[in-house]
């Protein structure tokens, strides 16, 4: 895999020094100006190859943004850079939920800090700093069991953009269901015209901003908002994390000496992982989805998020037959492997068909979970090849290799790092 990557492995370092700010990696330097969550992660798991010492730092600086009752926030606003909606006055974050360490966002993003940050301990074996974080993920993990779970088994989110994949057609039938009304704000995410027919469409920004506004409305009350939110959803990519951040706790603390916790939070993954297979499994599209507990219905789409439960174990042996099927047709393009491929995919916009490098990377990880290593093989080498020949862009048109979204962007560059270690 090396051959003749170092250029580009430098390439990959100087991409991230040049988002760097003060101990937190930003995404994008032209869209996406603060510390996001699950983007930091990412980062994590790619500097902990090259500068582990910058690497345990961001996972500490994303933990030092954690609210009072254990939430991790999608965006920490450590600087009062500009450029980017919402902001936190639109959020409306009240210092004593967040801690009053940083102004952050009211929602959160899937778990993938607590795997992170056990990569980062398995490369480095510093144990002071898996002491560190170990009591700020363990919070983390059982806020979501408490406060985000109906049955202590499966998780739920209240927002798209807490299930990192925006405008996934999967949250087409819950956005519907609902009017936003009259929603006056402007966006700063459209930098161009041909920018703007990358990004979520005005319909789905307009809810995103009315599910802002009543979590603010609502002073961000979690059981109102569990009650009176239009979009409470258990999202399967979530879930996936869900059981690896769970996984990767019960580790940690197997290595810190605490069998009691270790066996604790390993019987929390198993529930998970075993929710995820028995109700979480959709036999005629040959993949796990979504359930939409609002209306009280699975959001049945081909996402490639069904495929990620692979990461977290869960099929069973009927299940794991019928994904070999699924895959082929992730697989059948020249560039493994698009986020949708229903009838309306569209290659070129956000999460409606590109493929993104963090998603390839789980995926990856999940096949060889399930013992598919030619598949995951395959989806290594065109994550590597996309990035070789387009560049570290935010996402790629699945047909042409084409780069699309912003330039520059941390976690494909990161990545890169960790694929061709
Ligand atoms: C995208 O989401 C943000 C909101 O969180 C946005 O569009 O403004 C998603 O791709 C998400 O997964 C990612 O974490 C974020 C920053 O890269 O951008």
């Not at 994590?44 to 926030?73: C, F, H, Y």
């Not at 993938?112 to 993920?137: C, I, N, Q, S």
Request: charged fraction near 30%; hydrophobic fraction near 35%.
């Amino acid at each position: 895999m090396r051959g003749n990557t170092d250029e580009t492995r430098d390439r990959a370092a100087s991409v991230l020094e040049s988002n760097r700010r003060d101990g937190y990696t930003i995404p994008s330097a032209t869209l996406y100006p603060f510390q996001w969550n699950w983007d930091s992660a990412f980062v994590a798991v790619g500097l902990a190859r090259t500068d582990p010492e910058a690497a345990k730092r961001e996972i500490r600086t994303l933990l030092d943004s954690q609210w009072r009752n254990g939430m991790v926030p999608q965006i920490a606003f450590w600087s009062d850079a500009g450029g980017y909606f919402p902001g936190p006055e639109e959020w409306g974050i009240s210092a004593d939920r967040t801690g009053g360490t940083v102004r952050t966002s009211g929602i959160t993003q899937p778990p993938m800090v607590v795997p992170a940050a056990r990569h980062a301990y398995d490369l480095t074996g510093d144990e002071a700093f898996r002491d560190a974080v170990l009591p700020a993920l363990r919070d983390h993990c059982e806020w979501w069991r408490t406060e985000r779970s109906d049955d202590g088994e499966l998780v739920w989110v209240r927002h798209p953009w807490a299930t990192g994949m925006d405008d996934s057609p999967a949250w087409r039938a819950p956005l519907e269901r609902f009017d936003p009304g009259d929603v006056e704000y402007v966006r700063e995410d459209r930098k161009d015209e041909n920018f703007a027919a990358q990004r979520p469409t005005d319909w789905d920004y307009d809810r995103y901003v009315a599910l802002v506004r009543q979590g603010r409305a609502l002073d961000w009350d979690e059981e109102r908002l569990r009650r009176e939110s239009p979009f409470v959803v258990e999202d399967v990519l979530t879930n996936a994390l869900y059981v690896r951040a769970c996984e990767s706790l019960s580790a940690l603390f197997a290595d810190a000496g605490d069998d009691e916790a270790a066996a604790e939070w390993d019987a929390q993954a198993t529930a998970t992982r075993r929710a995820l297979r028995e109700r979480r499994w959709d036999d005629e599209l040959g993949l796990y989805v979504s359930y939409d507990l609002v209306s009280d219905e699975p959001l049945s789409v081909p996402s490639v998020a069904g495929l990620l439960p692979t990461l977290a174990g869960a099929p069973d042996d009927h299940q794991r037959e019928r994904l070999r099927e699924t895959l082929s047709e992730f697989l059948a393009y020249d560039y493994a492997a698009p986020s949708y491929v229903g009838p309306d995919v569209d290659y070129d916009r956000y999460w409606r068909g590109p493929v993104w490098q963090n998603v390839n990377w789980l995926l990856e990880r999940g096949l060889r979970r399930v013992g598919f290593d030619e598949e995951a093989a395959r989806v290594r080498e065109d994550s590597v090849s996309l990035i070789r020949s387009a560049g570290f862009r935010e996402y790629f048109n699945p047909e042409t290799g084409a780069g699309r979204g912003s330039d520059r962007f941390s976690w494909s560059a990161a990545l890169y790092l960790d694929w061709t270690a």
